[in-house]
């Protein structure tokens, strides 16, 4: 259910998104975050019709057939995209995020096995070859996730497990992920295989993302 297009509950989360895209710092994004776990869902999903989750988890499920190790659901915030893809089937789940309150309310859900405090843009404290697949919706966006952890992430992942992701269509060219993905390709640790821009908040319709699907090598 969406506000009406005009009404309060949607100017307010327009102002929480865009106030979240000017934080430059982590410890300042992870301020932003935690002051609004409580009402994120409500603003995203209710107020905005945020649905990148379940884009993310269509796109990632088509390739996680046989999987039965864990997942990493990567900036997993309050827990939105891993309850999606727990809606296709039980594969275990590990979720981090740089939030502390965000991870709380992901906890209370129970679909994670696992959850780590993290940020992104700097060396994850996790073995190489770790993870199965992973999963990631609203992560790389506006002042948040830079496009070289594409790295770090391909680095935790076993050889051949699918990264299913979003990119917001804003940042594509002018955070640099076409050259990061090529670079990463010609050094033979990922291949994008799926890359294809979807609307993702429907009471937005002019913002897009791209929703992709990575293999590590």
């Not at 895209?21 to 869902?41: H, I, K, M, S």
């Not at 939105?80 to 209370?108: F, K, N, Y």
């Not at 830079?146 to 594509?172: C, K, M, N, Y």
């Not at 799926?194 to 993702?200: A, D, F, Q, Y």
Request: hydrophobic content about 40%; some cysteine.
């Amino acid at each position: 259910m969406t506000t009406d297009d005009n009404g309060p509950g949607k100017d307010e989360a327009i102002s929480r998104l865009q106030h979240s895209f000017t934080r430059p710092t982590p410890d300042e994004l992870r301020r932003v975050y935690d002051g609004w776990a409580n009402e994120y869902e409500k603003n995203l999903v209710d107020d905005l019709g945020y649905h990148a989750p379940e884009l993310v988890a269509e796109a990632a499920t088509r390739f996680f057939t046989g999987i039965d190790a864990p997942l990493l659901d990567i900036g997993c915030g309050t827990g939105l995209t891993g309850l999606a893809v727990r809606r296709h089937g039980d594969w275990p789940l590990h979720g981090l995020d740089i939030s502390p309150e965000m991870l709380e309310i992901a906890r209370e859900k129970g679909i994670y096995e696992k959850l780590l405090l993290a940020n992104l843009n700097e060396e994850l404290e996790i073995p190489d070859n770790t993870y199965a697949g992973a999963i990631s919706s609203g992560t790389f966006t506006v002042g948040h996730v830079q496009a070289e952890a594409l790295a770090e992430i391909s680095r935790v992942l076993a050889p051949g497990a699918p990264f299913a992701f979003t990119v917001h269509s804003d940042i594509w060219d002018a955070s640099g992920f076409p050259d990061t993905i090529e670079r990463l390709e010609a050094e033979n640790r990922i291949e994008l295989v799926e890359k294809e821009e979807k609307h993702h908040l429907t009471q937005l319709p002019d913002k897009t993302s791209f929703i992709c699907v990575a293999l590590a090598k």
